[in-house]
C-alpha cells in the first residue's frame, strides 16, 4: 500500500521560485482554477497555492487551500512528476464555494492537472 504523505519539501515556497512560473511557466485553466506550471528538474513536483482575499474571509480561503492539498496528497499519481505548480483559485469558484463539497472542488483541480497531462505528453510526442 502506497503511503499518501505531503512532506515539506513538496511546498513551493521561495519567493524566486514562484517568480520563475509567472516568468517561465505556462498556464492552463478552467472555470475554478489556473495553474502555472514549469519544469523544476526534480524527481517529485512541487505546489503553491494562492487564494485572493476577494474569495472570502480568511477560514474559507483556509478551507480551500487545505482541500487542493489534501486533493494534491491523495491523487500524485495522476499528476505529472517533475513540475512546480501554481495554483490559483478564480472568482467563480468563490461564488459557488459554500455549495461546493471536496469531491467537486477536487475533481475539478484534476481535470486542470489531467489537461497539464495530455498537453505534456502531446509536446513529447511532436
Not at 60 to 65: A, E, Q, V
Not at 70 to 88: H, P, Q, V
Not at 112 to 120: D, L, M, S, T
Request: aromatic content about 14%; charged content about 35%.
Amino acid at each position: 500500500m502506497r503511503k499518501y504523505t505531503f512532506k515539506k519539501k513538496e511546498r513551493l515556497k521561495l519567493r524566486r521560485d514562484i517568480t520563475l512560473l509567472f516568468k517561465f511557466g505556462k498556464p492552463v485553466q478552467n472555470e475554478d482554477f489556473v495553474i502555472i506550471y514549469r519544469k523544476n528538474g526534480l524527481d517529485y513536483s512541487r505546489i503553491a497555492i494562492s487564494v485572493k482575499k476577494k474569495f472570502g474571509k480568511a477560514n474559507r480561503r483556509n478551507k480551500l487551500r487545505r482541500w487542493v492539498k489534501e486533493c494534491f496528497r491523495t491523487n500524485k499519481e495522476k499528476i505529472a512528476s517533475g513540475f512546480d505548480y501554481l495554483i490559483i483559485a478564480r472568482k467563480s469558484l468563490s461564488e459557488k464555494f459554500e455549495k461546493s463539497d471536496y469531491w467537486y472542488v477536487c475533481s475539478s483541480l484534476l481535470s486542470v492537472f489531467e489537461r497539464i497531462v495530455n498537453a505534456e505528453s502531446n509536446l513529447r510526442n511532436d
